[in-house]
């Protein structure tokens, strides 16, 4: 049996025995990066190093694993069983090996407590459905996109620019403060932009459609704004002038007080 593991400590290897240690519902947040099966061996760049991202239930399943799912896990087993009847053997021993620890992730994590699990599309949707079964679909709380621009570009699909963070929580009760959030961007300037936009919709300087608060009526190119000399001027809608061309932010600014804009 492993030792208890003392707080701040920084544990390295397989994460199933020092999870297992932990006591129950004693994480308040946990964050994950577990490997995507890529079906590929990846290694440092001196080759010194490496990680083979390649799964099959005779290396990486244990037997009892297998018996404690079909026992105590109904629903995570049918997620894998589909997966290895859809998609492929590496797949569904890829799904066990993983469902087990996501167990003992769910066990250790408060009922207030949250989780975020890192992932790209090679096997994405076999893990919702695992988060699902496990966390219940009405818990999953958001799918962000970590959009990058890495990579090459194809010219036989659109490109493969983004993995996926689901945030899980245990129940309703769980601890999320939105205000310490900031919007996850590769520009500090278009965050800023899009922020003040915000602050000012909310603020009622910038409306959509004057005091109605209607859908723009859109057109099949444009959409309709109202606009006042006051929002205007505001500072944060000056922020965001330069993401407009030179040309139209000029006649923006010489429009009379309370015109209905084409934007």
Known sequence: MTAPIPKRALCQGDNLPFLRALPDASIHLIATDPPFNKNRDFYSADRR???RD???WEADVEP???EFLRAEAAALWAVIETARLAHSQSMS???????IRLLELRRVLRADGSLYLHIDGAAQAYVKLLLDALFGAENCRNEIVWLYKTGGVSK???SRKHDTIFF????????FRINT??????SSRMRRAIFAVWRCAMSGTFRRCAATRQK???????????FTSASLAHPAIRAIWCWIPSAAAARLRSRPSGWDGVG
């Open 168 to 175: 899980y929580s245990k129940s309703q009760a769980y601890t």
């Open 64 to 66: 009892d694993w297998i």
């Open 181 to 186: 959030v900031s919007p996850i961007s590769r």
């Open 93 to 99: 021993a890829y799904l066990c090996w993983l469902g």
């Open 54 to 56: 390649k799964w099959s």
């Open 49 to 51: 190093a490496g990680f």
């Open 216 to 226: 723009p009526q859109a057109t099949p190119r444009r959409s309709r704004w109202r």
């Open 156 to 158: 036989r699909w659109f």
